[in-house]
């Protein structure tokens, strides 16, 4: 078992109507399959699968998501989530320098995909995380 411990903060005193400072630190337990920091290249109009759920049917739990698009990137990345039979729905989309966290909650691992797409001509980079906790 390892720990993730995700924080996140919120900070801007013009942003908002009312100044704000928000931050929350949360420690989880992965218990599943987890994978060390990756970075893929995505080829112009490609796409990278970066999580295509292999546990077994029935098992409930969280799949952890961090993805980061590489600043360096000329182009924009998006992520689309696929859950069983359903067809894969765009979930974000990170220009460059954007991060993204999730926590996907799956009453079963067994049809989950993940896929980062790059729309454009260019190639981009995306550095991620994936672990389950069931």
């Known amino acids: 078992m390892s720990t993730l411990r995700t924080s996140i903060t919120l900070a801007s005193n013009t942003?908002?109507?009312?100044?704000?400072?928000?931050?929350?630190?949360?420690n989880e337990?992965?218990?599943g399959y987890h994978t060390g920091f990756q970075q893929?290249?995505?080829?112009?109009?490609?796409?990278?699968l970066l999580y295509d759920s292999s546990s077994a049917a029935g098992n409930t739990g969280i799949v952890y998501l961090?993805?980061?698009?590489?600043?360096?990137?000329?182009?924009?990345?998006?992520?689309?989530?696929?859950?069983?039979?359903?067809d894969p729905?765009?979930?974000?989309?990170?220009?460059?320098?954007d991060i993204l966290y999730l926590p996907l909650w799956a009453?079963?691992?067994?049809?989950?995909?993940?896929?980062?797409?790059?729309?454009?001509?260019?190639?981009?980079?995306?550095?991620f995380f994936i672990g389950e906790k069931e």
């Open 66 to 86: 961090y993805a980061e698009a590489l600043a360096s990137n000329s182009t924009n990345v998006s992520i689309t989530i696929k859950y069983g039979t359903n």
């Open 15 to 26: 942003l908002f109507p009312t100044p704000v400072n928000f931050t929350k630190i949360v």
């Open 89 to 97: 729905a765009y979930f974000a989309r990170l220009i460059p320098g």
């Open 29 to 31: 337990t992965i218990e």
């Open 107 to 127: 009453l079963h691992y067994d049809g989950i995909t993940i896929t980062a797409i790059n729309d454009a001509g260019l190639p981009a980079s995306l550095s």
């Open 40 to 48: 893929v290249t995505i080829a112009g109009g490609g796409d990278a």
